[in-house]
């Protein structure tokens, strides 16, 4: 679908990182972007506010959710359920509300873009709420985008890419995860917002991809 001076994009989560960086994209198109998420006042936990938020907006061609990155780590053995179901609340949870209500929005050409993760096919031990919780999202999106049809649904899944996500980690820490990353992976280098942002654009104006999974990660499924 060509984007013109009526196409309507919604990013949420785009206030930061990758989601960020795609509205920036969206934004040098034609057409109208909504960017949302806490910060601007929609928390995605909060299934009333998401409808509110669709119905204010109106019809709507492309949806595209990032929201919602962190989650607790540690073995399962350890990691508290309450802080699990946290996470799940707002990525797993949070993208399922999205995507519903926005998808009586979404008219013929649109689509919903969700955001699974690396860890979703790799077995880390120590991750398991990403890996639950982003695998069951992309099994999730796969019937979204059968049940949905002709609306198309994919997910990209980044790997490990530069972001305000992990401005919460001491610089030092950061910068050597960043580094040990960039060393081992076979991309030699970490993603950026940009690097994945052009994936986003990719099955938002490819017409034949849907149900798919779009694994942007330097190489970390096949290291
Ligand atoms: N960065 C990576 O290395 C990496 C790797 C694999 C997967 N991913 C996935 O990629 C996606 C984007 O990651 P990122 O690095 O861009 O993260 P980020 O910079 O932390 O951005 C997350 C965004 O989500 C919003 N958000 C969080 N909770 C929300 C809520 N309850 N309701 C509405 N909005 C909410 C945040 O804004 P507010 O705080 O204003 O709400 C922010 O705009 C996430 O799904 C993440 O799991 C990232």
Same mark, same amino acid.
């Given at each position: 679908?060509?984007?013109?001076?009526?196409?309507?994009?919604?990013?949420?989560?785009?206030? +930061?990182?990758?989601?960020?960086?795609?509205?920036?994209? /969206? %934004?040098?198109?034609?057409? @109208?972007?909504?960017?949302?998420?806490?910060?601007?006042?929609?928390?995605?936990?909060?299934?009333? +506010? &998401?409808?509110?938020?669709?119905?204010?907006?109106?019809?709507?061609?492309?949806?595209?959710?990032?929201?919602?990155?962190?989650?607790?780590?540690?073995?399962?053995?350890?990691?508290?359920?309450?802080? #699990?179901?946290?996470?799940?609340?707002?990525?797993?949870?949070?993208?399922?509300? !999205?995507?519903?209500?926005? +998808?009586?929005?979404?008219?013929?050409?649109?689509?919903?873009?969700?955001?699974?993760?690396?860890?979703?096919?790799?077995?880390?031990?120590?991750?398991?709420?990403?890996?639950?919780?982003? =695998?069951?999202?992309? #099994?999730?999106?796969?019937?979204? #985008?059968? %049940?949905?049809?002709?609306?198309? &649904?994919? !997910?990209?899944?980044?790997?490990? @890419?530069?972001?305000?996500?992990?401005?919460?980690? #001491?610089?030092?820490?950061?910068?050597?995860?960043?580094?040990?990353? @960039?060393?081992?992976?076979?991309?030699?280098?970490?993603?950026?917002?940009?690097? /994945? =942002?052009?994936?986003?654009?990719?099955?938002?104006?490819?017409?034949?991809?849907?149900?798919?999974?779009?694994?942007?990660?330097?190489?970390?499924?096949?290291?």
């Amino acid at each position: 679908m060509k984007f013109t001076k009526d196409t309507v994009s919604v990013v949420i989560g785009g206030t +930061s990182g990758i989601g960020k960086a795609v509205a920036g994209a /969206l %934004e040098e198109r034609p057409g @109208t972007v909504h960017v949302a998420s806490r910060s601007t006042g929609l928390d995605i936990t909060d299934e009333a +506010s &998401v409808i509110q938020y669709f119905d204010a907006i109106g019809p709507i061609d492309h949806v595209v959710m990032t929201a919602g990155s962190a989650a607790p780590g540690g073995l399962i053995a350890d990691v508290t359920i309450d802080a #699990a179901k946290e996470a799940f609340e707002t990525k797993y949870w949070g993208s399922v509300v !999205v995507a519903k209500h926005a +998808s009586s929005k979404i008219g013929p050409g649109g689509s919903i873009t969700l955001t699974s993760g690396f860890l979703a096919r790799r077995t880390v031990p120590g991750t398991f709420v990403k890996t639950a919780m982003n =695998a069951g999202l992309e #099994a999730t999106a796969k019937l979204m #985008a059968k %049940e949905w049809a002709p609306i198309r &649904v994919n !997910v990209i899944s980044p790997g490990l @890419t530069d972001t305000e996500a992990y401005s919460g980690m #001491a610089d030092k820490a950061r910068k050597t995860m960043l580094a040990n990353a @960039t060393a081992s992976l076979p991309a030699r280098r970490v993603g950026t917002a940009g690097d /994945l =942002a052009s994936g986003y654009l990719f099955v938002i104006d490819n017409p034949y991809v849907t149900g798919s999974i779009i694994d942007i990660d330097g190489g970390s499924l096949i290291n």
